[in-house]
């Protein structure tokens, strides 16, 4: 037996421009069953107990509104909470800990976040009946004997207090138009907004309403209102967005000090090494964005983003992606790519008003993948736009006959028709070759938004468009500029891996700038690091192998890695463990072999 779950997308479905396909086509409802049909409101209703799960009004339906599943059936018992007829439907909970930092981690639109409202008491669940919701006797009975039972009694009576920091931070400067010190001290329950505040880099930002803060500064600001607060359980939903590596990492040393408070610690991230440095235990969410949603066993952070890696949980007998993700060591270690440069510029200067940006000498080879990692503010979007003639640099000079296509960091969404219009008005048909579909267009789901309009792609989904559209124009050089930016860690993950095997098989070669020291290392053969006083002064350094590049990096973090014995993925060692004491004292913050190393628990 299995339990079927049937989903309609009312965004995407048109019933006003069909011919009512999905009814007409399946094959119960042809044979007198009543499996479709449609509400006073015109839109399909699934009847998912008589529907037999041969998806072929998943097929049928011109708009792709209709998702099919059938999950195993003792899932059904585990649902926590349905929206309504045909939507999305979450089955178990993460389970915080107390002085600990449990992380969520998945793809968008999997149920984190619906996870934190329910255990934060905005969401009551409803264990999916959304008609006639149980009471809390009912509810607190679905959880006798669990970890969660008293936590959720907590929330029946009112005892919980619990602090959000949202994932929607754009919501911040319409809800407070007075500055940043008085929303500070608005929710000062505990004294430490001042040192929040020198922490989180936000002592300039004080006298400014949140309305003229940067994105960085915004997400600091919120990760600061909601640790400032006391609470018993705080949840930080996407808290690494907008910010580089080092303010990451000041974010993190917030959150881990909560925990060391003996209070219990709930994060949603995409970053695996702020994962990694910041969490204890882990749940994977996995399952089909806006289908539906379900929460692993937890996990040991190391457990845990193996498993993610691999793409498979073990001990349930689950697989949620086909191929696992592997780190090549060995070029690494073997230094730059062998091969002729596509791309050489000599010492480069640009100065704006107040800001002074230099780079090195260096150059591009063929068949290789630069990265590019610094804090903000040091020029690398700037020295992006120069190698790619976006911007002239007042000395120095670019010397290439290479074609180069060039992804911004930000992106535009004025565009008026849909992603098929402007993939084809911009490649042509060559996104349609088996190649490109294969190796781009289906892994990164271009193909499931073909139909949308651009304006209402959300940010991951426009983010991928771009990465996508760039990698498919005729070109020698792909330059990306934060092509993680607003994507999941899945998408991550396949982005890394086309972006290698395109430059490879096609001996093209690219540079990428990203934050996420992860995606860097699957993707780079060589490093520029840039170094200098944000807003002020940055210099980039010439091209690098990858372990002097990442060494260089890591010690201007002030952290080291090791790599996991399992998966030879780069992790980070605790703040002055011995193997941290050790890796610093030789030099050697970036570990390149997979030897045994110590695994002390954290906080």
């Known amino acids: 037996m299995q339990h079927r779950v049937a989903v309609l997308d009312r965004e995407e479905c048109n019933f006003k421009k069909c011919q009512h396909e999905c009814q007409r086509f399946c094959p119960p409802q042809m044979m007198g069953e009543s499996v479709i049909e449609f509400g006073e409101d015109g839109f399909p209703v699934i009847n998912e107990i008589t529907c037999i799960g041969c998806s072929i009004c998943v097929k049928k339906c011109p708009f792709g509104a209709i998702s099919i599943v059938n999950l195993a059936q003792e899932l059904g018992t585990e649902k926590v909470h349905q929206y309504g007829v045909n939507t999305f439907r979450l089955y178990r909970l993460p389970v915080p800990k107390k002085g600990r930092v449990v992380g969520l981690v998945g793809k968008n639109g999997v149920g984190k976040s619906t996870s934190i409202n329910i255990l934060s008491g905005a969401i009551k669940p409803n264990l999916g009946n ?9 509810i607190l009975d679905a959880f006798r004997g669990t970890e969660l039972r008293n936590h959720l009694e907590a929330i029946s009576r009112g005892e919980s207090r619990c602090s959000v920091k949202p994932q929607a931070i754009y919501m911040i400067p319409r809800a407070w138009q007075k500055s940043v010190r008085e929303l500070l001290d608005k929710y000062d329950d505990m004294g430490t907004a001042d040192d929040l505040t020198r922490s989180l880099g936000l002592s300039e930002s004080l006298d400014r309403q949140p309305s003229e803060l940067s994105g960085g500064e915004l997400q600091r600001l ?14 930080f939903d996407e808290p690494s967005s907008f910010n580089d590596v080092f303010q990451r990492m000041q974010v993190s040393k917030v959150i881990r000090g909560l925990a060391v408070k003996n209070k219990s610690v709930v994060l949603v ?6 994962l990694d440095y910041a969490t204890d235990y882990v749940h994977i969410i996995y399952g089909e964005p806006a289908v539906y949603g379900i929460v692993s066993g937890i996990l040991t952070t190391s457990e845990g983003i193996n498993s993610l890696l691999e793409g498979s949980l073990t001990e349930e007998n689950i ?6 993700v592997t780190f090549n060591l060995y070029s690494s270690q073997q230094g730059r790519v062998a091969s002729e440069p596509v791309l050489e510029y000599s010492g480069i200067t640009k100065t704006y008003p107040g800001f002074e940006f230099n780079a090195e000498e260096g150059s591009l ?12 503010a040091l020029g690398k979007t700037t020295f992006l736009k120069i190698l790619a003639s976006q911007e002239s640099a007042e000395s120095g000079e670019v010397r290439t ?10 992106l535009q969404t004025d565009y008026e028709g849909t992603v098929l219009e402007l993939v084809t008005s911009t490649v042509g048909e060559s996104w349609n070759e088996e190649y490109n579909r294969t190796q781009l267009v289906h892994p990164l789901s271009i193909d499931k938004i073909m139909e949308k309009k651009v304006k209402e792609l959300s940010g991951g989904e426009l983010q991928k468009l771009a990465v996508t559209v760039t990698l498919l124009r005729d070109a020698d050089i792909y330059a990306l500029d934060e092509p993680s930016a607003f994507t999941d860690i899945e998408d ?17 070669s690219a540079i990428v700038i990203d934050h996420d020291v992860m995606l860097v290392d699957i993707v780079a053969d060589a490093l520029i690091i840039f170094t200098g006083k944000p807003g002020m002064k940055g210099l980039a350094t010439s091209v690098m192998g990858k372990e002097e590049g990442m060494n260089l990096f890591l010690s201007n973090i002030g952290i080291t890695y090791r790599r996991d014995i399992s998966t030879g993925r780069p992790r980070v060692n605790k ?8 890796q610093k004292a030789s030099g050697n913050y970036y570990y390149l072999s997979r030897e045994p190393v110590e695994e002390a628990p954290k906080g």
């Open 130 to 138: 959304f008609e006639n919701p149980p009471d809390w006797s009912e």
């Open 401 to 410: 006959k290479a074609k180069i296509s060039y992804k911004p960091q930000y």
């Open 319 to 324: 697989r949620f992606r086909d191929t696992p």
């Open 269 to 274: 991230e995409h970053d695996l090494t702020f």
């Open 492 to 508: 991550r993950i396949v982005m890394a891996r086309a972006l290698q095997r395109f430059v490879k098989a096609k001996g093209r």
């Open 365 to 376: 080879r063929r068949g290789e993948v630069v990265g590019v990692l610094g804090a903000n």
């Open 575 to 582: 703040p002055d463990s011995r193997l941290d004491k050790e």
């Open 222 to 235: 919120a990760v600061a209102v909601a640790a400032e607060r006391d609470a018993d359980l705080y949840f």
